[in-house]
Every structure is written in structure tokens, then in C-alpha cells.
């Protein structure tokens, strides 16, 4: 009887090319992170689901996926990175002095609706400071986030900044019930105009009408925080992303720093500066992260936080990286060993390897199916090299 058995719905197997982008991207963002002071934790893969629901972590519970132990007790697979460190920050780092830079290098999982598409396990390195508060803390976390995307080798990308507090501040004129903020929230993070004019529509006479229907258009370059002041009047979180947007131009970054006033999104989690990545080829952000300043006292310790997450696979895909073309299979006698394996480490990896065969016309055969160029014969201490 044949049976074919398939990776579960949400996960794939990841071949050749695929590994080589995904390992270059985690070495050069480890290299990067290690290089500004930043220090490497593991959490566990599977968490108590307490935790989540514990730190007001925006994931929804029915996209968490969930395991029973023996206790009966629900844990989870890691469904977000930044939740367990901060429960290793306020606990294990609690003696240790403030600020504290720690990265990551691991997988989240989570679960998609039935027939959604997308993937279930997703590769993820990011940072996290914990306990620096201000433009100097805000500053160094959107920068690394730029070199964060030069280093993996992309060409074309922004960083996209928003400020949670000025949505805030826009609600806050409006005599709106806490449920209609929350649709209309989704309306502007998602950009529904259709649905943000209805929730709108009632409230035409209230202070911020105007700038709330236009948020979802204030996005693009430094002109959109000058619009958005003619609409909502001066506003401290305006002058706040015009005082980092400064600092970023002069430090280099300008050309890749761009404004998104309708980044809206999980604002009972984060508390400042909000930003994403995008970079061409990618159909979503490859980047996300912003201020949660609220988090850490959840786990008993107070202390403000930024961070953020870089998509590995995503910024992988849109990489052009070439598998090693195989060129020289070496054929070895008796004693030769050591000298064949100095002949496959002295070359490109992936370049060549060794034959396991006996007889050199297996091994000739064995270079023509694999598209090699050649074989080196290593044999009574001589060398030839013969074309395939």
C-alpha cells in the first residue's frame, strides 16, 4: 500500500537555495546585533498560555497553538518572542543593571484560519531594550532597524514610522463608545475607507473628524506630519517623529525613513514610536516593532521597552542567492584521506566534494550525474585531474 504523508497544513519543507538565504540572513542580522551590544536568550519553544493573556499580548488566543500537559494545564507554542523575554528580563535579569539589549534567533508559531494561506512556523530575529526610555533609546531602534535591512543585503526598502500617541490623541477628542474606537481603529490600520466614512459620518462635528477620515492617506515622506498638523493642530507626537526624522536624515538614514500616521495597529500594547519594514519583492512588512512601555510591569518589574522583529524568510525571498555549483569530485587511495579533505576545505563550499566510490570509473560516473567538471585523483601520493 503507497502513502503519501504531508507536512501539516501551515508548514513546508525548506530545500537548498531556501536554507542558504534563511542562514544568510540570520548570520549577517546575529552579527549585527552582537556588534551593537546586544546579547543573545533562548526562550522555550512552549510557554503557559497564562503568560500571553498574562502580558495583554495582542496575538489572538484562537491563533495560538495549543497543547495540553499532563496537569492539564494549556501551554502554547512560542507565538510571539517578545512576551517571554520580558518574563526573563523581570525575573532572571532582574539584578542586572538597566539598560539591557538582548536579540533573539528563533521560530514563533502560529495558527491561520482553514485555507488562509500562510505559514504556520515563522523564523524571526529581532532585539529587544529593555529600560531606555527617549528620542536617544527610540533613535538607536529605528537606525538598527535600517542597518538591520542593509545588512541582510537588500537594496530597496523604508522604514515606515507612526506614533501611537497621535491616534490617541485624535480619539480622545471624540465622544465615541470604546467599541465603535476599536472597529474604527481597524477601519484606519486597514485602510477601509468605506467602513471608516460610516463610523465617521455620525461624528462630523466633532474636533477630530477631519483628520481621522484623512488618517489612512497620511503616509509618504516628511510633508505628511505638515498635513497632519493642519488637520489636528500642533501635537506632541508630531514634533517628536519631526525631531527623530532629523537625527535619522543627518545620521544617514533620511532616504529610508518614511512616515505611516495610520500605523494604528495593537495600540493596548504599544505605547510611542511604531514602525515597519517593507522592502520590494515583499507583499507584506518584513519588519515590525515600536515602544511598549506598559509590558514589563506585567511581570512585576517597571520598566519601559522597545523592540522589534525582522521576518527572515521574508527578507530571504526577496535576496538572490545562488546554491554552490558543484565543480570537482575528488577520488582518493589508501592514506590519502587527510589530503582529499584539505582539498575540500582549501575550496569554496560547496564546490567539491569526496567520492565514496571504489573504482575511479564509478566515480567518474558518479561526477558526470551530478554536473561536476571534474575529477581530481588522489592516488600513491600523485595527483591528476581528469575532464568529466
Known amino acids: ?33 552582537r556588534r551593537r551590544g546586544y546579547t543573545e536568550v533562548i526562550t522555550p519553544e512552549v510557554e503557559f498560555y497564562d503568560l500571553f493573556v498574562q502580558s495583554g499580548n495582542p496575538i489572538p488566543q484562537e491563533a495560538m497553538l495549543k497543547i495540553i500537559d499532563r496537569s ?32 533573539y534567533d528563533q521560530t514563533v508559531f ?26 536617544k533609546a527610540d533613535l538607536e531602534m529605528v537606525a538598527l532597524a535600517v542597518d538591520a535591512l542593509r545588512c541582510c543585503g537588500l537594496e530597496q526598502f523604508h522604514i515606515e514610522l507612526g506614533h501611537a500617541g497621535f491616534y490617541r490623541a485624535l480619539a480622545g477628542r471624540m465622544r465615541m463608545p470604546g467599541e465603535e474606537q476599536e472597529r474604527l481603529r481597524s477601519a484606519i490600520e486597514g485602510k477601509n475607507f468605506a467602513l471608516l466614512n ?27 506630519l505638515d498635513e497632519a498638523e493642519k488637520l489636528a493642530g ?39 514610536v511604531v514602525f515597519r519594514g517593507y522592502a520590494q519583492g515583499a507583499g507584506a512588512p518584513v519588519l515590525s516593532g515600536g515602544r511598549y512601555d506598559g509590558l514589563m510591569e506585567q511581570f512585576g518589574r517597571k520598566a519601559e521597552a522597545t523592540g522589534f522583529a ?9 535576496l538572490t542567492v545562488e546554491t554552490p ?32 566510490c571504489r573504482t575511479l570509473d564509478s566515480t567518474l560516473s558518479l561526477a558526470r550525474e551530478k554536473g561536476a567538471k571534474e575529477v581530481l585523483v588522489l592516488e600513491n601520493g600523485a595527483e591528476r585531474r581528469l575532464t568529466v
Open 72 to 103: 492539564g494545564r494549556i501551554m502554547v507554542m512560542r507565538p510571539d518572542c517578545t512576551a517571554p523575554i520580558a518574563r526573563v528580563a523581570a525575573t532572571k535579569l532582574k539584578h542586572l543593571p538597566l539598560p539591557q539589549r538582548l536579540y
Open 1 to 33: 500500500m503507497n502513502i503519501h504523508i504531508n507536512t501539516p497544513e501551515g508548514t513546508r519543507d525548506r530545500l537548498f537555495s531556501e536554507c542558504l538565504e534563511r542562514r544568510q540572513v540570520q548570520s549577517a542580522l546575529v552579527e549585527l546585533f
Open 310 to 318: 525582522v521576518d527572515v524568510d521574508a527578507v530571504g525571498a526577496c
Open 110 to 135: 502560529r495558527d491561520r484560519l482553514a485555507h488562509a494561506g500562510g505559514s504556520r512556523e515563522m523564523a524571526q530575529c529581532g532585539v529587544e531594550m529593555i529600560g531606555a526610555v527617549g528620542e
Open 325 to 356: 555549483r558543484l565543480e570537482t569530485v575528488i577520488h582518493y587511495g589508501p592514506g590519502q584521506l587527510a589530503r582529499a579533505l584539505a582539498e575540500v576545505d582549501g575550496r569554496p563550499a560547496g564546490s567539491c566534494e569526496l567520492s565514496p
Open 234 to 272: 500642533p501635537c506632541e507626537s508630531l514634533d517628536y517623529l519631526r525631531r527623530l526624522y532629523g537625527e535619522l536624515a543627518a545620521a544617514g538614514c533620511g532616504d529610508c525613513v518614511r512616515f505611516d500616521l495610520g500605523l494604528v495597529h495593537q495600540l493596548d500594547y504599544y505605547t510611542g
Open 198 to 224: 460610516d463610523l465617521l459620518e455620525p461624528y462630523r462635528d466633532g474636533g477630530a473628524y477631519a483628520a481621522l477620515r484623512r488618517l489612512p492617506y497620511l503616509f509618504g515622506g516628511p510633508e505628511v
